[in-house]
Nanobody
Framework: QVQLVESGGDLVQPGGSLRLSCAAS????????MAWYCQAPGKQRELVAV???????NYADSVKGRFTISRDNAKNTVYLQMNSLKPEDTAVYYC???????????????WGQGTQVTVSS
């Protein structure tokens, strides 16, 4: 079994910063892409940022220049550094990872439970 556990969500004032973390644990052979998604009330879940196993990154237009995704392969952990936060960044942030549990397994997508980020004065 694989488990993704997020942390770092909080209430922060506009212009502030947060750092989200997501650690994968369990039966892991390799991790391909890791990503962060967000879901605001009444809206669909959408991609925020993704990082491949080769450290290539891609960002939603709304966060370019403000958010940075990174990963520590030794710790099976992905991070999201969030700067210059805006009220419209308020959402539940979910971690996603594409993981092989054995050398013979197909890649499967796993999700964390989500962490709440609220940007408000």
């Amino acid at each position: 079994q694989v488990q993704l556990v997020e942390s770092g969500g909080d209430l922060v004032q506009p212009g502030g910063s947060l750092r989200l973390s997501c650690a994968a644990s369990g039966s892991i052979f390799s991790i391909a892409a890791m990503a962060w998604y967000c879901q605001a009330p009444g809206k669909q879940r959408e991609l925020v940022a993704v990082i491949t196993s080769g450290d290539r990154t891609n960002y939603a237009d709304s966060v370019k220049g403000r958010f940075t995704i990174s990963r520590d392969n030794a710790k099976n952990t992905v991070y999201l550094q969030m700067n210059s936060l805006k009220p419209e960044d308020t959402a539940v942030y979910y971690c996603n990872a594409v993981i092989m549990t054995t050398a013979w397994d197909a890649h499967r997508s796993y999700w964390g439970q989500g962490t709440q980020v609220t940007v408000s004065s």
